[in-house]
C-alpha cells in the first residue's frame, strides 16, 4: 500500500483541561475524498481544525502529512506544507471583495495550478462578481468564495468544513458535483458533512466519530446503512 498522504495516529485534542478528541487514527491517501460524519460536538470540527494548526496536537506524530510529523506546527506554517482549511460558517473578511478575498489566499506563495484565473474558470460566477463585496453574495456564492480563497495556497490536502451548512440542495449538488475535478489533480479532499447521504455518495472513505472517538470508519461502498446509522447514534 502506498504511504498515506495525511495519516493520523492516536489523536487527542483538547480544549484547555477539556478533551475533545481520543486517540483518532485514520489514514488519507493523495487524489482521495475522505468524508468525516457524526452527529453534533462528535468532534468533527475540532478534527479538522487540529490538523489544521489551529489547536495543538499534544504529540507532533500525532499528525504526519506525506510522512513528515506535523502535530503541533502553526497554522501557516501547516499551509505552507500544502494543506489549506474551508472553515465552517466560511470567514470571509466583510469588508473586502470577493478578488480580494481570494488573493489572500495566494499570500501562502506556494506554486501550483490555482491562481485567479484557475478559481474564475472553476467558479465562473466569481468572476462575473469578481469586484463585489463578500457580504453582497447569496451564500453558496460565498461558500465558493471560501473554496476558492482555500484553492489559491495549492494545496495537497483540502479540509472542508460543513460545506453544505446552510445551503440550498441544488447549490450543494453543485459544489460537490466540482470535487472530482479537484481530485483528478492529485489533491486529497477531507468533508465534514451531517448529511449522511450525501457523505456516502461523495467520499470514497467514510470515518464516523462520536464523542471524540472514531467508532466506525471504512470504504463508502463497503458500509451499510444499518452499520453507519448504528455508529452515528450509538445504538
Request: net charge neutral; hydrophobic share 50%; charged share 20%.
Amino acid at each position: 500500500m502506498p504511504e498515506p498522504l495525511l495519516e493520523l495516529r492516536g489523536l487527542d485534542a483538547f480544549y484547555g483541561d477539556f478533551q475533545a478528541l481520543f486517540g483518532v487514527s485514520a489514514a488519507v491517501g493523495a487524489g482521495e475524498v475522505a468524508a468525516v460524519i457524526g452527529a453534533n460536538g462528535a468532534g468533527k470540527s475540532t478534527l479538522l481544525k487540529t490538523v489544521a494548526g489551529l489547536i495543538a496536537a499534544p504529540r507532533r506524530d500525532a499528525v504526519l502529512f506525506d510522512g513528515e510529523p506535523i502535530g503541533g506546527l502553526p497554522a501557516h506554517q501547516v499551509v505552507g506544507r500544502g494543506i489549506a482549511l474551508v472553515p465552517e460558517g466560511r470567514r470571509l473578511f466583510p469588508s473586502l471583495s470577493v478578488e480580494e478575498n481570494l488573493l489572500i489566499g495566494g499570500r501562502a506563495g506556494r506554486r501550483g495550478p490555482w491562481s485567479l484565473d484557475a478559481v474564475y474558470g472553476f467558479f465562473p460566477v466569481l468572476a462575473e462578481r469578481r469586484h463585489v463585496p463578500s457580504t453582497a453574495l447569496s451564500g453558496g456564492q460565498q461558500q465558493m468564495v471560501a473554496i476558492g480563497r482555500a484553492l489559491m495556497s495549492n494545496p495537497r490536502l483540502l479540509l472542508c468544513d460543513e460545506i453544505s451548512l446552510g445551503l440550498a440542495p441544488v447549490v450543494v449538488r453543485e459544489i460537490y458535483a466540482r470535487l472530482p475535478a479537484l481530485v483528478a489533480q492529485g489533491t486529497a479532499v477531507v468533508v465534514v458533512e451531517q448529511d449522511v447521504a450525501q457523505a456516502l455518495a461523495a467520499a470514497g472513505r467514510v470515518f464516523c466519530l462520536r464523542e471524540g472517538r472514531t467508532v466506525l470508519q471504512g470504504g463508502a461502498g463497503e458500509l451499510t446503512r444499518e452499520a453507519v446509522a448504528a455508529a452515528y447514534f450509538g445504538v
